[in-house]
């Protein structure tokens, strides 16, 4: 082998030249037959010999030359003025044919100086011979032509969103072009042609936006801008880079849906607030999908959703003022205050569908719903709370009788959605007591429909508001139940104890203090008869507890009383009160106002509310000197033996008191307590702190039960100072110094 005579350059490159040639004559598509193995093993072996002879025989830098002028010398000779005479679409036909005939080019002469590329490229670290061949095209030609074939794919792309059939395939390949003259990096792509792309998509789009907002009403634009992204989208799966698809639809998003959005929007007949109005859910969830994908695209939507929310809210309200001014009775049932809260349920109902199936729950819905709902139930309805009439409600639902007649599945939904709306309502203490007051009022005159009920939603209020919110309730519903252990034990011991019945069938139902509403108690002159009972009770409970001190509560008691009218016996209702006062006629044919008062040593008011149910009301069993319809000090009054009524058992209510009034007071009184309670808890874990950091920490605390009031809060303060748990500071009066 090392005696073999080495190729002069000339002679090698001269052998070389012929099967480029043929290459060349097979590329141009001619009727060249193709290499054969033994072409080929030829022509890369005269490489190899030539890149191994010994100096000064070695031509491999003279072949790396010579292999690079031989692609720029077809190039040159061939394929630009072939190029150079076509246009448009023509141009980008041959441009795709003349890139794909030079990637084969590449290929084979890569292959036929293969050793080049192993040795001599890699220890002199030179660009490998594809590299060299892609190179020279992209000078050569790429550089030339990339800006007509860009306008060129640009038209194209324009016919097609004109509605024009184009070759997809053929503008697939001609970018691919751009993708792989990049060699790995993305520049030639994005910066002669995505950059030229984005900016003229951007135009055309906003053409088209300005004339359909003048054109067409707001879904039919969100339709076309809907079919627009689709569109898009499918460009970039079917021609352009995927990396192109963010931005493209960015450009798009911007154009159509972002620079005209507030128009949009408001469009007079069609826009957002129309299409809340009308119920057009298909229109508004499109709008959702549309605007979701841009950026903070959703804020306005949610406050138009917020907006229109609080606007049916409000007319709600103003309905149920009008209604209370009327004082109609509505004519499906109940009164205003539970028409108000059933609508509330509804147009909450409604508004939470919106906001989960056309908003897919978005937060900004979310807020803006919550939001809405604690303007509107933060206003006072016709003189009441909000807190007070959901607690109204309640009481009808739950009470024997009320006007909702309804399956248990229906209550517990409503109940359900009242403690849902309770969460938006910030007076919740307010609340919690007019439902305590109410709850009392079921459970001790057993007007209550359903234990489980009652259970129910102490655990949904519990949930919601916090174990604290319900404790005193939950115990009122064991007091009841330990009070029927009670009583059954109280009539086991009577049994027992036969000298200590009192003769009377009596019912007793032991309160603890702490959980009841406070109950006002007198001093009222029991007639006899209920003296035994009481004094037996008594001695019973000591068998049981001698620690603990029974206060009775006369106000809340009912008594059966037998009255003999004439040839008639009718049973009577009454109140512990009423039925007093009628004992009193067993002794005595006539008595004065005075009297009555006198004999039952009790309060002016609870004493005209007594006479007025016995002697002004819907049963007169007592007859009032002079007749008139309110009772006043000077009159007398004498047992109606004459009374009669078709019934053999009535109820004699007593007139309503207003305690509205008194439980504002208690909640008033408990939201001092809680402040002050805020406050030293504060002050004793930081010691020192400014004015406002007291308040600011204070609002947050109270703020789960109701909203305090910044000047309630700078009462407290001064009222703490005065009480020395807290002191200004000397230097600076509005730091505050806890006091141990």
Known sequence: MNDRKPIELEEGWKFMEKGIRKLKLILE?????????????????????????????????????????????????????????????????????????????????????HYLDRYFVTRRSLSSL??????????????????????????????????GQIDRALLKNVLGIFVEIGMGQMDHYEKDFEAHLLDDTAAYYSRKASSWIVEDSCPEYMLKSEECLKKEKERVAHYLHASSEEKLLERVQNELLLVFENQLLEKEN?????????????????????????????DPIGVIFKMHITDEGTALVQQAEDAATSKAENAAGGSHEQVFVRKVIELHDKFMVYVIDCFVSHTIFHKALKEAFEVFLNKGVAGSTSAELLASFCDNI???????????????????????????????????????KKLSRRLLFDKSANDDHERSILTKLKQQCGAQFTSKMEGMVTDLQLGRENQSHFEEYLEQNPNANPGLDLNVTVLTTGFWPSYKSSDLNLPSEMVRCVESFKQFYQTKTKHRKLSWVYSLGSCNVNGKF??????????????????????????????IGTQLNLADEDLVRVLQSLSCAKYKILTKEPTSRTVSH???????????????????????????????????????????????????????????????????????????????????????????????????????????
Not at 399 to 426: M, N, P, Q, R, T
Not at 567 to 582: D, F, H, N, P, S
Request: glycine residues 4%; hydrophobic residues 35%.
């Open 270 to 298: 069609s826009g957002c607030r129309v299409l809340l109005k009308d119920d057009k859910v298909e229109d508004l969830s499109r709008m959702y999908r549309l605007y979701s994908k841009v950026p903070h695209g959703l």
């Open 398 to 436: 739950l009470k024997k009788g009320g006007s909702e007649k309804l399956s248990d599945e229906a209550i517990e939904d409503s109940l359900e959605k009242v403690v849902k709306l309770l969460a938006y309502v910030s007076d919740k203490d307010m609340f919690a007591e007019f439902y305590r």
């Open 130 to 163: 594809n590299d060299v061949g892609l190179t020279c095209f992209r000078d050569l030609v790429y550089q030339e032509i990339c800006s007509k074939a860009k306008d060129a794919v640009l038209a194209l792309i324009h016919v097609e969103r004109e509605g």
């Open 634 to 740: 000077t009159d007398h009054f004498t047992f109606n033996s004459g009374f009669t009524d078709r019934m053999r058992r009535i109820r004699i209510p007593l007139p309503p008191m207003d305690e509205r009034k008194k439980i504002v007071e208690d909640v008033d009184k408990d939201r001092r307590y809680a402040i002050d309670a805020s406050i030293v808890r504060i002050m004793k874990s930081r010691k020192v702190l400014g004015y406002q950091q007291l308040i600011t920490e204070c609002v947050e605390q109270l703020s789960r039960m109701f909203k305090p009031d910044f000047k309630a809060i700078k009462k407290r303060i001064e009222d703490l100072i005065t009480r020395d748990y807290i002191e200004r500071d000397k230097e600076n009066p509005q730091l505050f110094r806890y006091l141990a």
């Open 566 to 595: 004439g040839q008639k016996t009718i049973e009577m209702v009454v109140g512990t009160y009423q039925a007093a006062a009628l004992l009193l006629f067993n002794t005595a044919d006539r008595l004065s106002y005075s009297e």
């Open 29 to 113: 598509n001619t009727s060249e037959p193709p290499f054969n193995s033994e072409d080929y093993m030829m022509l890369y072996t005269t490489i190899y010999n030539m890149c191994t002879q010994k100096a000064p025989y070695d031509y491999s830098q003279q072949l790396y030359d010579n292999y690079r002028q031989a692609i720029v010398d077809y190039i040159v000779s061939t394929v630009m003025p072939v190029l150079k005479e076509k246009h448009d679409e023509y141009m980008l036909i041959e441009l795709k044919l003349r890139w794909s005939n030079h990637k084969v080019m590449v290929r084979w002469l890569s292959r036929f100086f």
